[in-house]
């Protein structure tokens, strides 16, 4: 059954999952554990739990290389996603992918990439998979906006519109695709004005509203689940970490501009709004937030605890037989 | 057994396991209700409908990285491509994602994806319409690739091939299209990886790839009238390689040569050399030889387009050279 109200205190939950889990992270780096890169998804929170909130199991996402948070929100562990990054047997890719890789296709987590752009791809095809099987279930894209100038996203775009599959593409326009700002690299630097190119809906929400993106995910999953076709959603936000951990971030954006970010923290705004119109209290929020800290606490033992992958297993399942 | 040609050979199989499998589904241009530029899929659009024969519009890289999003949710897509050539465009979607899939999901995703399409060099099809991927392909760890010679084969290769759960490259020259061959009906599978004597001999292995099968052969029936016995060794896959075959058949000739249309450096025929030099030098009683293709982008006009390709009489002369070392 549909929700009819926002489940506010499962969105806020996971909110505090991902950024508590990330800010982890983000020591684990400084402390050697993390071997190889560390895309973190601080900031940008509420755009992966407004639209997994929605989502199955048997729905799935396509990731980026900015992954952690579809992760989380898709239904991975923090022990699984932490244990991933510090390479170890018992990560969700037993580890062999590390950040860019994480993979638990049991809970629908499809896979984060390395690469921009197959993602939205992926997407189409899983929708064109749901069609023809005559499932219900949809396939979400989430990338950033260094992909809606790659080929992918209008060859992704176009074939999901002309064939209506039940499909979503998630932008998450944080305006730097590493370095280099949107506003410098699109013609038009309205992602959302680009669904008319389609023949689809782009639709632009505020990206650190949890709230809207919930709205906008709903609507857009209705619609594809009545075989109307895709919808384009583009998720205005902002990354407060650097593009990755132990990278510079000020030689190409201010401080200023950071500061004034961090103050339309996704999880404060919500956190304040829930208080205001009284849909949670203080204690309630703090409660969520102290269970949390203790589940990642417990994620980071396990994970610094678990094994080393055999080395013998190095090269199994390059094939299926 | 009635006799097909190799292009209603793949069609029948094709037929068959798209009786069996409502998952499998097809995309490219002009597969639906055309049947296909190389009537591929003749037929299957009246028989199966516009969703199991998906017309696309001209973007490979599109249609080839939804095949991988498909792969992963229950579908068996086969894309077909037309010509390789034109899958260049999604390179990045079969290296990057269709091959390592498997592996980066631990083997909990498989990857069934038919990746099928025309290579080759003849009919002054120019250099957009001719290359020969397969040595590029079978780099990768992670992909299979075929590239069968006979029809029967082809038949087989493309009924194991929609079987796998692997990502399979099923790579068919196009000159071999409308040879004609005896053809098993019904359930008919030609195991990955195990390569086929198509001609018994003492005197030489000649290993051949795809068109140059047809071409060897012609010459084995020369080079037999000038009391030469050659053996000629299908690989019928290239990733799996039956190199155990090969050996085997260099033990009792001690002489061999390679003869491919595709490129020579980092190719198919190198690498045989190296493994039978590793595996069987004692058995060698000559250098091993290679015959190639020119490496130059293919030429239009007929007297230049036949000068990169190896004839029947160069492979004769290359296997008399090698028998007289």
């Known amino acids: 059954m549909p929700e009819t109200t926002p489940p506010y205190l499962r969105l806020y939950r996971t909110m505090q999952v991902i950024r508590q889990t990330e800010e982890q992270l983000a020591k684990s780096h400084q402390r050697g554990l993390i071997h190889g890169a560390c895309h973190t998804y601080v900031g940008q929170e509420a755009i992966a739990t407004g639209v997994c909130a929605h989502l199955r199991p048997s729905d799935v996402v396509f990731s980026t290389h900015r992954g952690h948070g579809h992760a989380l929100a898709k239904g991975v562990t923090p022990a699984a996603l932490i244990a991933e990054l510090f390479g170890r047997a018992t990560g969700c890719s037993s580890g062999r992918g590390g950040s860019m890789h994480l993979f638990s296709p049991e809970v629908g987590m499809m896979g984060t990439s390395g690469i921009v752009g197959p993602c939205i791809l992926q997407a189409a095809g899983a929708g064109y998979s749901f069609k023809l099987l005559k499932s219900d279930n949809v396939g979400v894209a989430f990338f950033g906006d260094g992909a809606v100038n790659n080929g992918a996203f209008h060859e992704g775009l176009n074939m999901a519109s002309i064939w209506k599959l039940p499909s979503l593409f998630i932008c998450e326009n944080n305006q730097f695709a590493t370095e280099v700002p949107f506003k410098y690299a699109a013609g038009n630097p309205t992602v959302a004005s680009r669904g008319a190119a389609y023949g689809m809906p782009g639709i632009e929400v505020d990206g650190n509203d949890v709230l809207a993106v919930y709205e906008a995910a709903k609507t857009a999953i209705q619609r594809a689940k009545a075989g109307e076709g895709p919808t384009l959603i583009e998720c205005l936000t902002y990354r407060t970490r650097p593009h990755s951990e132990g990278m510079g971030d000020f030689g190409y954006r201010s401080r200023e501009e950071v500061e004034a970010w961090k103050a339309r923290c996704p999880i404060r705004r919500f956190a304040e709004k829930l208080v205001a119109e009284s849909l949670a209290t203080v204690d309630e929020l703090a409660k969520i937030e102290a269970e949390v800290q203790a589940m990642v606490v417990e994620a980071q033992a396990f994970a610094e605890n678990s094994p080393w992958p055999d080395p013998s297993t190095a090269a199994t399942h390059v094939y299926a037989q | ?325």
Not at chain 2, 239 to 264: M, N, Y
Request: charged share 20%; with cysteine.
């Open chain 2, 1 to 325: 057994m009635p006799e097909l040609t190799f292009m209603k050979a793949t069609l029948e199989g094709l037929t068959e396991e798209m009786e069996l499998n409502p998952r499998i589904f097809v995309m490219g241009e002009g597969i639906g209700k055309r049947g296909g530029n190389f009537k591929t899929t003749e037929g299957l659009f009246d028989r199966f409908g516009a969703e199991r024969l998906c017309d696309t519009p001209i973007c490979e890289r599109g249609f080839v990285g939804m095949a991988a999003g498909a792969a992963m949710t229950g579908t068996r897509p086969i894309i077909d491509f037309m010509f390789a050539d034109f899958i260049m465009d999604s390179i990045g979607e079969i290296v990057n994602q269709i091959a390592k899939m498997q592996y980066m999901s631990s083997g909990r995703l498989k990857m069934p994806v038919l990746l099928r399409g025309c290579i080759g060099i003849g009919h002054s099809a120019a250099t957009h319409h001719s290359g020969n991927y397969y040595p590029l392909y079978s780099h990768f760890p992670g992909l299979r690739v075929c590239v069968p010679s006979m029809a029967a084969d082809a038949k087989g290769l493309l009924k194991t091939a929609l079987r796998s759960d692997d990502p399979v490259l099923f790579l068919e020259h196009k000159s071999l299209l409308n040879i004609k061959g005896q053809v098993p009906t019904g359930e008919h599978l030609v195991p990955f990886g195990k390569a086929a004597i198509v001609r018994e001999g003492r005197d030489v292995t000649v290993v051949a790839l795809t068109i140059m099968v047809h071409k060897s052969l012609q010459a084995a029936e020369i080079l037999a009238k000038e009391g030469l016995s050659v053996e000629i060794v299908d690989p019928r896959t290239v990733s799996p390689l039956d190199i155990d075959t090969i050996l085997e058949s260099v033990h009792k000739t001690g002489r061999l040569i390679i003869i491919d249309e595709a490129f020579a450096p980092c190719g198919v025929g190198g690498d045989i050399a190296a493994l039978v030099i590793d595996r069987g030098f004692d058995d060698l009683d000559a250098p091993i030889r290679r015959l190639n293709g020119t490496f130059t982008p293919t030429p239009y006009s007929p007297p230049l387009e036949a000068a990169v390709v190896p004839s029947v009489e160069r492979i004769a002369q290359a296997i008399r050279d090698l028998i007289a070392e």
